[in-house]
């Protein structure tokens, strides 16, 4: 089993290569075929291009882009137990390889008796067939093959399966994250009841202490003093918390004394001196 794991590896690494080289000789044979188109419309080719011959490749091109885009990447990421022919190595092979399965056309035409070898000719061939062809396995066959591979009773079988667990897998996630929910609120209300019960008087005394223009002698120790103590119980949002319960029992306006005087405890910063000047004229 340790053996064979480098070798798949290996494999897919192959497969994806070969993936991008043929999308890139896609896009060449497109851009090719889009010149040509240019060239025969002449110089009022907006006009006369939309009656040209080459609007309908130019049209499977950009439907096939789109489309691409939407149903397939470089990365086939399917459920193999879902698509077992989609998923084989053979057939992603032959996935891979469409664009330059379309070369044949071109190299069938240029060695048929009744054709002249004409490389002039045989070159938009080649590029014709490469985007019908990758047109068709893409876009039509490819995703008919996923559609009647959902149809068979097994791998309807897994894809319900898969759909429960994804399902069972998102109800215990919404458990998970209700359950998280209510301990983060049966928290932050153990922590309003913590810092109630410990910092009313403070804040009661904070807020009578700048109700009176912090005259008192020792009232900035004091609230440096209820800062650290709310810095103790719960940080920031501790502090933020008192800052707030004190506003709210200011009766007249006041400088914002505890963002000053607090600059320093925990990870408090003095604001700038607008935003307390400001603060301090919208009391």
Request: hydrophobic share 45%; net charge positive.
């Amino acid at each position: 089993m340790e053996t064979s794991k480098p070798s798949l590896t290996a494999g897919t690494q192959v497969l994806k290569r070969i993936h991008v080289v043929g999308t890139g000789w896609f896009v060449l044979c497109a851009l090719y075929l889009l010149i040509i188109a240019l060239r025969q419309a002449g110089l009022k080719w907006w006009v006369v291009f939309s009656f040209s011959g080459y609007l309908l490749t130019i049209f499977l091109f950009l439907l096939n882009v789109y489309l691409f885009a939407i149903f397939r990447g470089v990365s086939r990421i399917q459920n193999a137990l879902e698509h077992p022919l989609t998923t084989s190595t053979y057939y992603i092979g032959f996935y891979d390889l469409c664009p330059f399965l379309g070369i044949l056309a071109g190299l069938v035409c240029y060695l048929t008796p009744e054709m002249k070898p004409n490389l002039q000719a045989t070159i938009p061939l080649i590029c014709e067939g490469t985007l019908y062809f990758t047109f068709l396995v893409w876009i039509l066959i490819d995703p008919l093959l996923g559609v009647v591979e959902l149809m068979l009773p097994e791998c309807a079988h897994y894809r319900r399966i898969r759909i429960q667990a994804a399902a069972e897998e998102k109800r215990q996630k919404q458990i998970e994250n209700q359950a998280l929910l209510e301990n983060l609120e049966k928290q932050e209300a153990e922590n309003l009841r913590i810092w109630n019960q410990e910092l009313g008087l403070l804040a009661d005394q904070t807020a009578l202490i700048l109700n009176q223009s912090a005259r008192k002698e020792n009232a900035r120790a004091i609230i440096i003093k209820a800062g650290a103590k709310a810095w103790r119980l719960g940080g920031m949002v501790c502090m933020r918390y008192f800052h707030q319960l004190v506003k709210q029992k200011i009766t007249q306006p006041y400088p914002d004394f505890i963002s000053i005087w607090w600059d320093g405890i925990g990870s408090w910063r003095m604001p700038p001196l607008q935003q307390t000047l400001r603060s301090s004229c919208s009391q």
